[in-house]
């Protein structure tokens, strides 16, 4: 046969293979890739691996009764992790905890549990694999949301990843906590404050999160004060050099001693008093400080009882604008 003809009967083959795959996949779609034996090495390499006491090993859950979980490891052996090796927290409940389909650690505690299984412990796990989270949340600061256990000396206990954490009375609120009984069972926002692991020390924090969240909130309506804005207030305290005002919407400015007044004095307290309300404009807002003048307030001002209504428009260097007609429907006569 020349190379003519076997180049023929190449091509005639090939059409007879292109038309046997047609008839097989009409739709000539791709066909599903088919395991090599490399991975069928692999999985019974895996499935023949011998575990060894320490040992740390994730699976999935497969199955939840009332004592205990089960879960396939992949291995010759399924693993079973008993009520009591599942978490340190007393509220922890097996059933509403736990869902099958999720992974889960545990380390290996007895290699036969007498019936073939693996015996694990998710405690043990959480020993291991919480300490490192728990740092990341430190460093990172992230607001997590936890369960009042309950009351001890000082504080309250809670669990975090599985690990006891504990709140210092002081550390629980911005406001004084007197009760600390009426906690338990409450859901709180805290951040890490404290993790240590070769102490198994993990302090936590609520105030911090509450305290974050009104700096923000006061940041967020300071950005919304307008410079040139004339407003009543109440003197909150007379410091030797200046009074602190609040103008409403949890909002405190200072004016300062040489803006009480346009004549010189040498106490605050020889013009106002505490509790006194005052007419005040605004004439800075930097590095979230407000600073305020008295004496800046020119006769028949126009004086906007809510600065936090007052409806921005437009900034033109340092001074800004506001519609004429809003200002007015909010003058005090």
């Given at each position: ?91 922890f409940s097996i059933k509403a905890d736990i869902t099958v389909g999720e992974e889960i650690y545990g380390v290996v505690i007895r290699e036969d549990d007498g019936e073939g299984n693996i015996l694990l412990s998710k405690k043990d ?140 004095i040498k106490s605050p307290n020889e013009i106002i008093k505490e509790g006194e309300e005052v007419t005040v404009k605004i004439t800075d807002i930097k590095d979230g400080k407000i600073s305020l003048s008295m004496r800046a307030v ?36």
């Amino acid at each position: 046969m020349n190379d003519l003809e076997k180049d023929i009967q190449k091509k005639e083959l090939n059409k007879e293979e292109l038309q046997e795959n047609e008839s097989v996949n009409p739709e000539n779609t791709i066909p599903e890739e088919v395991p090599s034996m490399n991975d069928f090495e692999e999985e019974i390499s895996r499935s023949l691996h011998k575990v060894n006491e320490g040992e740390l090993l994730k699976g999935t859950v497969i199955g939840i009764s009332e004592t205990e979980v089960t879960v396939d490891l992949g291995y010759y052996a399924e693993g079973i992790i008993r009520l009591e090796d599942l978490s340190n927290d007393p509220r922890f409940s097996i059933k509403a905890d736990i869902t099958v389909g999720e992974e889960i650690y545990g380390v290996v505690i007895r290699e036969d549990d007498g019936e073939g299984n693996i015996l694990l412990s998710k405690k043990d796990a959480d020993n291991i694999l919480s300490w490192t989270k728990l740092k990341e949340y430190m460093d990172s600061q992230d607001v997590k949301k936890v369960k009042i256990a309950q009351a001890v000396n000082g504080g309250v206990v809670t669990y975090l990843e599985g690990i006891r954490g504990f709140i210092p009375a002081s550390q629980l609120s911005l406001n004084y906590v007197e009760d600390l009984e009426s906690w338990v069972n409450k859901e709180v926002e805290v951040i890490v404050i404290t993790a240590e692991e070769e102490n198994s020390r993990l302090v936590l924090s609520g105030k911090e999160v509450e305290r974050k969240k009104e700096e923000a909130d006061r940041n967020s309506k300071i950005s919304r004060l307008q410079k040139g804005v004339v407003t009543t207030g109440t003197v909150e305290k007379i410091m030797p050099y200046g009074a602190f005002i609040n103008i409403g919407d949890g909002l405190t400015g200072l004016v300062h001693i040489s803006q009480i007044c346009g004549k010189r004095i040498k106490s605050p307290n020889e013009i106002i008093k505490e509790g006194e309300e005052v007419t005040v404009k605004i004439t800075d807002i930097k590095d979230g400080k407000i600073s305020l003048s008295m004496r800046a307030v020119e006769e028949n001002a126009e004086v906007v009882e809510a600065v936090e209504d007052v409806p921005f428009e437009y900034t033109s260097g340092e001074e800004a604008s506001t519609g004429l007609g809003s200002l007015l429907s909010k003058i005090k006569l």
